[in-house]
């Protein structure tokens, strides 16, 4: 790209436009305070005239031809120039002109006003040119024409597109959502475009069909369609420039960064220009590769192509410049040739793109430079397919090497295993000779291929391993077993030697199932015993006091085993007791956690019990003062008849009993002291709450004692819970449900929820009384359901949905109009009748779970259905 020349002209340029091959260049501006100016440059930058008036000009438009001049002036007035700059005649209008247009020969033209009209001249008329005007409800902010004239698109600023046609008749209109900024015509009128503010890029067909639509982020700047109307060009207010086909298609959009922009756009549609307030201006292939970027010398805000693409014109505030493509033209010639030679050196297909690249030097010879830069695109389009088709051939050759070396690494291992591997070699050989002829994506295909062969070796291989390390284990059990004269081995012998005879002629199944046999029937042996036990026990018992336990925890923790179950099957109680206290001080080196702690206890409480079943009451003296129950020591203390010892440890009991008591008081002083003067002031249950937090759960529950509401109650039936006092719960359940029923005696409809819950309690409490972990399992289940319900029920923040959701729960714990319920729920709906005999089944089992998920599909489903908010709410007391 080459700036051809530079001009600075007097005062400032508003509107500029530009014949066909910008043989002519035409500028309207403002000069001195006030004034109008217009300027006529030729292609090699010489001033042909100008011409001056009282008010600036704002739009101007020549035709393609160059004959014909046309300006809209702040004066009301429409001017006519010919090309030498003679005023042929003008025409007054109420208001300002905002926009003109020519068609390609200059006899028809179009403008638009403020004054909300559309005006249409005729210069083949030879005494009046003007033929007609079209008003509109706003301004006229944007008009278009075919090249013949024969149709014109105008936008106003009452949001509407409309569509006229040479005798001013109105085709048809379209009310967009905001003002239009701006439209473009194709050649022959088969694709109007326009811009609104309102975000949107609209194109229609000539019958007024809108064909799409297309949102960008901000208001449509400016707009411009190809003469084919194959390709559209905008730039939105959001920094964007977008570019699209004739079918709305999105083709790219590119990231610019500035508000203002104003687009341009060569007669084929393959070269968009892009200029934007800061003065960036870019050329885009429609592809959307990026030919130029360049930094204009000042802020422009008007740039146009020629229809050829061979010049391109920039305007600013005083200066244009006009530059020539052609050496960028040259430049990207060379380039191509670069990029064919690299392709080259990759291994691509060049011949098709330096066919191609012969093809834009014979346009550029014969000046046809639209066709350089399509054939430029073609050769980019056809580099990247052949770079595409050699990586893809590339990645084909690399993975096909790297799957048959696997293959042949596979082969291998499996020979060494003595593991049959003809079909793989098959396979590889197949792979190998496509390789060979180049014929990568078939080598790799075969290769690929021999994955479920691969897969039953990898199966046999795992086998083998499999068999040996089962022989092994059992011949290195045999040779333990041996030293052991009470253990028999002649059957294993007969079990393994069929094993290594399986194993030496492939059959590891057979291998494997003789060896499991072998090394079991030695378990089973050993574990029968005396000298195998007591060998393994001590040898644990080693282990454990020299501290190595990590590396040895599967032989220690086998050993154990051992023993504990042979002990405990001849009810050796004194060695049984031994080997709880080995496992418990094992566990105590092994793991220091809460975990160890507690096996270690358990381990060694299991020890006193064995050692007192052997009547060594001395030794479980001994442990349970090493684990410090000392309430147990006393105990054998006195079984064994040693008083005074028993009451020395009876003195430690309580007085630990004392200091933990002591201090549960002590941590609780001040939480009293706070409860004390909450409840002096009313305000119970943040007494109850601050006493719970310091576990102090018998004195909240007293302090609730009496209170009614329904918080109260909720928290008190929770403290009760815990403290497993059902006696007290079941009366706290009494009372609340006579309150209950006191309140719906007199409507008070909003406890309907909590009334129900309280009832799903009290009914079930009854029946699980006795019951012990389970009974504490379900109440807790029931304590979890009732608590949203009486929290929200409390708050008044209760739905009528939720207080539907009680009355079916009453309507069916108490059995009022239960057959009209079952009724219902036949009648209107199957499912639910289903998942009321699944209720039924789970409630004779006690599932409270599973009644609770049905209490859900039950409120979500079955209750907005069938008691709707408008309707009233059911009779529930008798």
Request: proline share 2%.
């Given at each position: 790209m080459v700036?051809?020349?530079?001009?600075?002209?007097?005062?400032?340029a508003?509107d500029m436009?530009?014949?066909?091959?910008?043989?002519?260049?035409?500028i309207?501006?403002?000069i001195?305070?006030?004034n109008g100016i217009?300027?006529?440059?030729d292609?090699s930058?010489?001033?042909?005239?100008k011409?001056?008036?009282?008010?600036?000009?704002?739009?101007?438009?020549?035709s393609?031809d160059?004959?014909?001049?046309?300006?809209?002036?702040?004066d009301?007035?429409?001017?006519?120039?010919d090309?030498?700059?003679?005023l042929l005649w003008?025409y007054?209008?109420?208001?300002?002109?905002r926009?003109?247009e020519?068609?390609?020969?200059?006899?028809?033209l179009v403008?638009?006003?403020?004054?909300?009209n559309?005006y249409?001249?005729?210069?083949?008329?030879?005494i009046?040119?003007?033929?007609?005007?079209y008003r509109?409800?706003?301004?006229?902010?944007?008009?278009?024409?075919?090249?013949?004239?024969?149709y014109?698109l105008?936008g106003s600023?009452?949001h509407?597109?409309?569509a006229?046609d040479?005798d001013?008749?109105?085709m048809?209109?379209?009310t967009?959502?905001?003002?239009?900024?701006?439209?473009s015509?194709s050649?022959?009128?088969?694709?109007?475009?326009?811009?609104?503010?309102?975000g949107?890029i609209y194109?229609?067909?000539?019958?007024?069909?809108e064909?799409?639509?297309?949102p960008?982020?901000?208001?449509?700047?400016d707009?411009?369609?190809?003469?084919?109307?194959?390709?559209?060009?905008?730039?939105?207010?959001?920094?964007?420039?977008?570019?699209?086909?004739?079918?709305?298609t999105?083709?790219?959009k590119?990231d610019?960064g500035?508000?203002?922009?104003r687009?341009?756009?060569?007669?084929?549609?393959q070269?968009?220009?892009?200029?934007?307030?800061?003065g960036?201006?870019?050329v885009?292939?429609?592809?959307?590769?990026i030919?130029?970027?360049?930094?204009?010398?000042?802020?422009?805000?008007?740039?146009?192509?020629?229809?050829?693409?061979?010049?391109?014109?920039?305007?600013g505030a005083?200066i244009?410049?006009f530059?020539?493509?052609?050496?960028?033209?040259?430049?990207?010639?060379?380039?191509?040739?670069?990029?064919?030679?690299?392709?080259?050196?990759?291994?691509?297909?060049i011949?098709d793109a330096?066919?191609?690249?012969?093809s834009?030097?014979?346009?550029?010879?014969?000046?046809n430079?639209?066709?350089?830069?399509?054939?430029?695109?073609?050769?980019?389009?056809s580099?990247?397919?052949s770079?595409?088709?050699?990586a893809?051939?590339?990645?084909f050759?690399n993975?096909a090497?790297?799957t048959?070396?696997?293959l042949?690494?596979?082969?291998?291992?499996?020979?060494?295993?003595?593991?049959d591997?003809s079909?793989?070699?098959?396979e590889i050989?197949?792979?190998?000779?496509?390789?060979?002829?180049?014929?990568y994506?078939?080598?790799?295909?075969i290769?690929?291929?021999a994955?479920?062969?691969?897969?039953d070796?990898?199966k046999a291989?795992?086998?083998r391993q499999?068999?040996?390390y089962?022989?092994?284990q059992?011949?290195?059990?045999?040779s333990?077993?041996?030293v052991?004269?009470?253990?028999?081995l002649?059957?294993v012998e007969?079990?393994?030697?069929?094993a290594l005879?399986?194993f030496?002629?492939?059959n590891f199944?057979?291998?494997?199932?003789?060896?499991?046999?072998?090394?079991?029937?030695?378990?089973?042996?050993?574990?029968?015993?005396?000298?195998?036990?007591?060998?393994?026990?001590?040898?644990?018992?080693?282990?454990?006091?020299?501290?190595?336990?990590?590396?040895?925890?599967?032989?220690i923790?086998?050993?154990l085993?051992?023993?504990?179950?042979?002990?405990?099957?001849?009810?050796?109680y004194?060695?049984?007791g031994?080997?709880?206290?080995t496992?418990?001080?094992?566990?105590?080196?092994?793991e220091?956690?809460?975990?160890?702690?507690?096996?270690?206890?358990?381990?060694?409480?299991?020890?006193?019990y064995?050692?007192?079943?052997?009547?060594?009451?001395d030794?479980?003296?001994?442990?349970?003062k090493?684990?410090e129950?000392?309430?147990?020591?006393?105990?054998?203390?006195e079984?064994?008849?040693?008083?005074?010892?028993?009451?020395a440890?009876?003195?430690?009991?309580?007085?630990?009993?004392s200091?933990?008591?002591?201090?549960?008081?002590?941590a609780?002083?001040?939480?009293?002291?706070?409860?004390?003067?909450?409840?002096?002031?009313?305000k119970?249950m943040?007494a109850a709450?601050v006493?719970?937090?310091?576990?102090?759960?018998?004195?909240a529950a007293?302090?609730?004692?009496?209170?009614?509401?329904?918080?109260?109650?909720l928290f008190?039936?929770?403290?009760?819970?815990q403290l497993?006092?059902y006696?007290?719960l079941v009366?706290?359940l009494?009372?609340?449900?006579?309150?209950l029923r006191?309140?719906l005696?007199?409507?008070?409809?909003?406890?309907?929820?909590?009334?129900?819950?309280?009832?799903l309690?009290?009914?079930?409490?009854?029946?699980l009384?006795?019951?012990g972990k389970e009974?504490e399992?379900v109440?807790?289940?029931?304590?979890?359901?009732a608590?949203?319900?009486?929290?929200?029920?409390?708050?008044?923040?209760?739905?009528?949905?939720?207080v539907?959701?009680?009355v079916?729960?009453?309507?069916?714990?108490?059995?009022?109009?239960?057959?009209?319920?079952l009724r219902l729920i036949?009648?209107?709906?199957?499912p639910?009748?289903?998942?009321?005999?699944t209720l039924?089944?789970?409630?004779?089992?006690?599932?409270l779970r599973?009644?609770?998920?049905?209490?859900?599909?039950?409120?979500?489903e079955?209750v907005?259905?069938?008691?709707?908010?408008?309707?009233?709410?059911?009779?529930?007391?008798?």
């Amino acid at each position: 790209m080459v700036e051809t020349w530079r001009y600075t002209i007097e005062g400032y340029a508003l509107d500029m436009d530009i014949s066909n091959g910008a043989e002519l260049i035409v500028i309207g501006g403002v000069i001195g305070e006030n004034n109008g100016i217009i300027y006529l440059f030729d292609k090699s930058g010489r001033l042909l005239w100008k011409y001056t008036n009282p008010e600036p000009f704002s739009s101007v438009a020549i035709s393609d031809d160059g004959n014909f001049i046309v300006a809209g002036s702040d004066d009301h007035q429409t001017y006519f120039f010919d090309r030498r700059g003679l005023l042929l005649w003008r025409y007054a209008a109420d208001k300002k002109i905002r926009c003109v247009e020519a068609s390609e020969d200059g006899q028809l033209l179009v403008t638009g006003s403020d004054d909300n009209n559309v005006y249409f001249f005729d210069n083949s008329r030879r005494i009046k040119r003007f033929a007609w005007k079209y008003r509109f409800d706003n301004s006229t902010s944007a008009v278009a024409m075919s090249k013949k004239g024969n149709y014109i698109l105008a936008g106003s600023d009452d949001h509407g597109i409309y569509a006229l046609d040479s005798d001013g008749q109105l085709m048809w209109k379209h009310t967009a959502k905001g003002p239009i900024n701006c439209v473009s015509v194709s050649k022959f009128a088969d694709y109007l475009v326009a811009g609104s503010q309102d975000g949107n890029i609209y194109c229609f067909n000539i019958g007024g069909k809108e064909t799409w639509a297309m949102p960008t982020g901000g208001s449509v700047q400016d707009i411009k369609v190809d003469l084919r109307g194959t390709t559209i060009a905008a730039y939105s207010q959001d920094g964007f420039l977008y570019c699209l086909d004739e079918r709305g298609t999105l083709l790219w959009k590119m990231d610019i960064g500035d508000p203002e922009g104003r687009v341009s756009i060569t007669d084929n549609g393959q070269l968009i220009m892009c200029l934007v307030g800061d003065g960036r201006c870019f050329v885009f292939t429609r592809e959307g590769g990026i030919l130029l970027e360049f930094q204009t010398r000042e802020s422009t805000w008007g740039a146009m192509f020629s229809g050829d693409g061979e010049n391109f014109v920039t305007v600013g505030a005083r200066i244009i410049n006009f530059y020539d493509t052609r050496p960028a033209l040259v430049s990207l010639i060379q380039s191509c040739r670069d990029s064919i030679k690299r392709a080259n050196r990759q291994g691509s297909d060049i011949q098709d793109a330096m066919d191609l690249q012969k093809s834009a030097v014979q346009a550029y010879k014969g000046h046809n430079y639209l066709e350089v830069f399509e054939s430029l695109m073609e050769v980019e389009n056809s580099l990247n397919q052949s770079k595409a088709v050699a990586a893809q051939q590339r990645s084909f050759r690399n993975e096909a090497s790297q799957t048959i070396n696997l293959l042949q690494t596979r082969k291998e291992e499996a020979d060494d295993l003595s593991i049959d591997t003809s079909k793989l070699k098959d396979e590889i050989d197949g792979a190998m000779e496509a390789f060979r002829d180049g014929d990568y994506e078939d080598a790799l295909e075969i290769a690929r291929g021999a994955e479920p062969i691969l897969q039953d070796i990898g199966k046999a291989v795992k086998q083998r391993q499999r068999a040996e390390y089962a022989l092994k284990q059992a011949q290195r059990e045999f040779s333990k077993a041996q030293v052991y004269d009470d253990v028999k081995l002649d059957e294993v012998e007969k079990y393994l030697g069929r094993a290594l005879k399986a194993f030496d002629s492939g059959n590891f199944q057979s291998c494997l199932e003789y060896s499991s046999l072998a090394y079991e029937f030695l378990l089973k042996a050993k574990s029968k015993s005396p000298k195998a036990i007591e060998k393994e026990l001590k040898r644990a018992k080693e282990l454990i006091a020299s501290g190595d336990i990590k590396e040895n925890a599967n032989t220690i923790e086998g050993a154990l085993l051992n023993s504990i179950t042979y002990y405990m099957d001849s009810n050796d109680y004194a060695a049984l007791g031994s080997c709880y206290e080995t496992l418990g001080n094992y566990w105590k080196q092994k793991e220091s956690g809460e975990v160890g702690v507690r096996v270690y206890r358990s381990s060694m409480e299991a020890s006193i019990y064995s050692y007192h079943d052997a009547g060594d009451l001395d030794r479980c003296v001994l442990i349970a003062k090493e684990i410090e129950n000392f309430r147990a020591a006393a105990k054998y203390l006195e079984v064994a008849k040693r008083p005074e010892e028993a009451t020395a440890l009876w003195e430690v009991v309580e007085a630990r009993a004392s200091e933990d008591l002591q201090k549960k008081l002590e941590a609780g002083e001040p939480a009293r002291k706070e409860a004390e003067v909450l409840v002096e002031t009313h305000k119970t249950m943040e007494a109850a709450t601050v006493l719970a937090k310091k576990n102090l759960l018998e004195e909240a529950a007293d302090v609730l004692r009496g209170e009614s509401d329904l918080r109260s109650v909720l928290f008190l039936t929770r403290l009760l819970h815990q403290l497993g006092d059902y006696d007290r719960l079941v009366g706290v359940l009494n009372t609340t449900e006579s309150s209950l029923r006191y309140e719906l005696a007199h409507g008070n409809t909003g406890v309907l929820s909590a009334y129900g819950t309280i009832l799903l309690g009290h009914e079930y409490l009854s029946s699980l009384m006795g019951m012990g972990k389970e009974a504490e399992r379900v109440l807790e289940e029931i304590a979890h359901f009732a608590s949203d319900y009486m929290s929200r029920v409390a708050s008044k923040e209760a739905t009528a949905e939720e207080v539907s959701d009680g009355v079916v729960v009453y309507h069916y714990l108490k059995g009022h109009n239960r057959e009209d319920l079952l009724r219902l729920i036949r009648t209107r709906s199957g499912p639910m009748w289903e998942l009321l005999e699944t209720l039924e089944e789970r409630l004779e089992k006690r599932d409270l779970r599973g009644f609770k998920q049905f209490l859900q599909v039950l409120s979500s489903e079955f209750v907005p259905k069938y008691y709707p908010v408008s309707s009233p709410l059911p009779r529930v007391l008798p």
